[in-house]
């Protein structure tokens, strides 16, 4: 009995740091946003009171607030399938017995070390309009310049693109680990089979690393709405709000703004986003995944 | 509360001699943005040193904080969380907004001798109209600008146009670029006629323009704005028109940061920028260039811009006091004459142009002379009280009128509306 008291007093000290951590920095945060979210914004001379749902009602009417969630949702359908489809060619591209495979591996694995500030002042340069680097390719081939991050049409596509270029290496490695933990009889048995290359990666490696691909899905679905330093760094969410994403908005409206109730229930609107896509990934789609 | 602040500052006056006198260093620390090219940090910690060997009883930390945006964010999170850096350069347009958050003190308490009256009489009366309100003093001009054209000489020369000539009107000038601009026979172009950035500081261009169309973008209370005039949506016109119609104007959005870099590689044949921009080209300018005031519509003007000193409410006296003496120390005659040869901002006070430097450094370039020249006919930078979200609202319009997906009529009306909606609380 009382070792069996002990060993629980034990098991919660154990767990204490991370909790008391966790509380402070990510539970409490979220739980005081919902709270603020109901309040006015304090000012000195006027200060916080409660106001129902009148910030989410400021929210349906904000032309600015819908124009972010829908270029959010179009940045994250560019960046999720383009960032895992580019990882996974890389991943099982670099796991053969290729020449130079280091070389390769490490090539691919280069954007994720940057720091994201570095990435988009790079890719600023290569899209800057007459002497960019991209300028100087589509010049050389006679092609007419086009302004790449100045214009509506392009500019959300061409931060998309930054992002996929980031992301893709970091995922690659998870693909590769998770290759190489594939037993070697497999692809010995396939040959023999006489399998080609395509139907041993359809039906042997592809659902093996499904576990891995719902793992990458995950993060791929959280960056995709945690991602905004190259906003700020590339376009600061221009021109005219095209490439403003919903954390981006979060920000102005908190830190450029000071309106910190508003802010609170966008925030709450993003969290919310975020717990539904978490419920179906791990609630729904974990049932799916694993190969029997 | 005129008083109180009054009151405050007096009382502050009162306990900062003592504390200063009775040794102890008095420590505060210095937040300042850069909002141009140039060694601007190693030009400041200088300034600093040179404090501190005169002022052995005050310790300044002159901190880099980033773009005046970034600044403003720093400035007032620390604000909110109880210490905020005793004294900043920010924008003199977040005046209204600083006020709200009571984030900052009035002036007017340390100015106490005939000296200090005489040195804060003196500064250029256009660049006080956004340091005063209400018969307060809030901030003091330090970095301050105006817009003016640069333009490449040799360019000129090729486009077969007198070297020595600016664009004195805005027909001149859209005629001018039209012969500047540089096509193919596909159409496309190697150099534009002239850049006018849109990203920033896009409502800053756009107030020039709507200046020389003969109105003001708000009133001087900062609690009512006036984007929907005619002659606003005019010079939105003929902005966008240097686009999209005579196309001798990149298309799309151009970036602030990179303007000067264009101009320096030739890639334009002029520029509106900041002043502050004129060390940074003169010293990487592989060509001859000319400075000029602004082209006129129905008359000239630009409005003036850049950043005021603000110290915080929330310091001890001593620490404001100390802020105070630097702040004034910093914008000596002398010293603001050293700081517009460093980096091209206007001399702040008419003193700073009696200076021997300043005489010598005009007679051998005397196109560091045309911002102050201009500011005959400068007009106060647009600011009101949510200056940030009002600055937005324009910017973003203007934005979607470059980039074509609004006519500048509807995008100054929808400006408009959203300013109301904004500054209605503050009447």
């Given at each position: 009995?009382?070792?069996?008291?002990?060993?629980?007093?034990?098991?919660?000290?154990?767990?204490?740091?991370?909790?008391?951590?966790?509380?402070?920095?990510?539970?409490?945060?979220?739980?005081?946003?919902?709270?603020?979210?109901?309040?006015?914004?304090?000012?000195?001379?006027?200060?916080?009171?409660?106001?129902?749902?009148?910030?989410?009602?400021?929210?349906?009417?904000?032309?600015?607030?819908?124009?972010?969630?829908?270029?959010?949702?179009?940045?994250?359908?560019?960046?999720?399938?383009?960032?895992?489809?580019?990882?996974?060619?890389?991943?099982?591209?670099?796991?053969?017995?290729?020449?130079?495979?280091?070389?390769?591996?490490m090539a691919y694995f280069t954007p994720t070390i940057l720091p994201m500030i570095a990435v988009a002042n790079i890719w600023l340069f290569f899209y800057t309009p007459q002497y960019g680097l991209l300028e100087q390719v589509t010049a050389a081939l006679g092609l007419p310049s086009h302004n790449w991050l100045g214009s509506r049409e392009t500019a959300l596509a061409a931060v998309t693109l930054v992002a996929v270029w980031k992301e893709a290496g970091f995922f690659m490695i998870f693909y590769l680990a998770a290759l190489q933990g594939i037993s070697p009889t497999l692809a010995e048995a396939a040959a023999l089979e006489g399998a080609s290359r395509w139907t041993f990666f359809r039906r042997v490696q592809f659902p093996l690393l499904m576990p891995t691909t719902l793992f990458v899905l995950i993060n791929a679905v959280i960056n995709a709405f945690r991602t905004v330093d190259h906003i700020i760094v590339m376009t600061r969410g221009g021109p005219d709000n095209a490439t403003s994403l919903l954390l981006f908005y979060v920000y102005q409206v908190g830190f450029n703004f000071w309106d910190t109730s508003y802010a609170a229930a966008l925030t709450v609107v993003l969290l919310v986003m975020l717990a539904v896509a978490a419920l179906v990934q791990y609630g729904w789609l974990e049932r799916r995944v694993h190969y029997r | 509360m005129d008083r109180r602040h009054f009151l405050a500052g007096s009382a502050a006056a009162a306990l900062a001699r003592p504390a200063l006198a009775q040794g102890g260093p008095t420590e505060f620390s210095f937040f300042y943005p850069v909002a141009v090219g140039g060694a601007i940090t190693r030009v400041i910690d200088s300034y600093a040193g040179d404090f501190a060997r005169e002022n052995p009883g005050i310790k300044v930390t002159p901190v880099y904080a980033g773009t005046y945006q970034e600044t403003l964010v720093k400035v007032l999170t620390a604000h909110k969380s109880g210490t905020p850096p005793t004294l900043s350069v920010l924008l003199s347009t977040d005046m209204f907004t600083l006020i709200d958050e009571e984030a900052i003190v009035p002036l007017d308490g340390f100015v106490k001798t005939d000296a200090d009256k005489t040195w804060l009489g003196d500064f250029f009366p256009a660049f006080m109209l956004n340091s005063q309100t209400a018969g307060q003093t809030w901030g003091l001009p330090f970095q301050r600008s105006t817009i003016v054209l640069y333009w490449n000489k040799a360019l000129f020369r090729q486009a077969g146009l007198d070297p020595e000539k600016p664009p004195a009107t805005w027909a001149e000038h859209a005629a001018f670029v039209e012969r500047l601009t540089k096509r193919d026979a596909a159409g496309n172009v190697?150099?534009?006629?002239?850049?006018?950035?849109?990203?920033?500081?896009?409502?800053?261009?756009?107030?020039?323009?709507?200046?020389?169309?003969?109105?003001?973008?708000?009133?001087?209370?900062?609690?009512?704005?006036?984007?929907?005039?005619?002659?606003?949506?005019?010079?939105?016109?003929?902005?966008?028109?240097?686009?999209?119609?005579?196309?001798?104007?990149?298309?799309?959005?151009?970036?602030?940061?990179?303007?000067?870099?264009?101009?320096?590689?030739?890639?334009?044949?002029?520029?509106?920028?900041?002043?502050?921009?004129?060390?940074?080209?003169?010293?990487?300018?592989?060509?001859?260039?000319?400075?000029?005031?602004?082209?006129?519509?129905?008359?000239?003007?630009?409005?003036?811009?850049?950043?005021?000193?603000?110290?915080?409410?929330?310091?001890?006296?001593?620490?404001?006091?100390?802020?105070?003496?630097?702040?004034?120390?910093?914008t000596q005659p002398e010293r603001a004459a050293r700081w517009s040869i460093d980096t091209g901002y206007v001399g702040v006070s008419r003193a700073a142009y009696g200076t021997a430097a300043m005489k010598d450094y005009l007679a051998g370039f005397p196109a560091a002379a045309v911002a102050r020249d201009q500011l005959e006919f400068a007009v106060a930078e647009l600011s009101t009280h949510e200056n940030q979200r009002v600055t937005k609202a324009l910017g973003d319009n203007i934005q979607a009128v470059l980039t074509g997906s609004k006519a500048p009529d509807r995008a100054m009306r929808d400006a408009q509306a959203e300013a109301e909606r904004i500054l209605r609380p503050y009447r």
């Open positions: 009995m009382k070792s069996r008291l002990s060993a629980a007093v034990h098991g919660w000290l154990l767990l204490l740091p991370a909790m008391a951590l966790l509380v402070a920095f990510t539970h409490w945060p979220a739980v005081a946003s919902l709270v603020e979210s109901f309040t006015s914004t304090p000012r000195p001379r006027r200060p916080s009171r409660f106001v129902g749902v009148a910030n989410y009602e400021q929210m349906l009417a904000d032309p600015v607030f819908w124009q972010s969630l829908v270029n959010n949702l179009r940045f994250a359908l560019g960046t999720i399938p383009l960032a895992i489809g580019l990882a996974l060619l890389m991943a099982v591209w670099v796991n053969d017995r290729i020449p130079g495979r280091t070389f390769a591996r | 190697s150099q534009w006629g002239t850049q006018i950035p849109s990203t920033g500081f896009g409502y800053w261009m756009l107030q020039a323009l709507a200046i020389e169309a003969g109105e003001v973008l708000a009133n001087q209370e900062g609690d009512r704005t006036f984007f929907d005039k005619p002659g606003v949506v005019e010079a939105l016109q003929y902005w966008v028109d240097l686009a999209q119609k005579s196309k001798v104007y990149p298309p799309g959005i151009v970036e602030w940061g990179t303007t000067p870099r264009d101009f320096l590689e030739g890639k334009t044949a002029m520029m509106w920028t900041t002043t502050g921009n004129l060390t940074n080209i003169r010293t990487n300018a592989r060509f001859d260039f000319g400075v000029a005031m602004l082209p006129a519509g129905k008359r000239r003007g630009s409005p003036t811009g850049g950043g005021n000193f603000s110290i915080a409410k929330k310091a001890t006296p001593a620490q404001q006091e100390a802020a105070f003496r630097f702040a004034r120390w910093m």
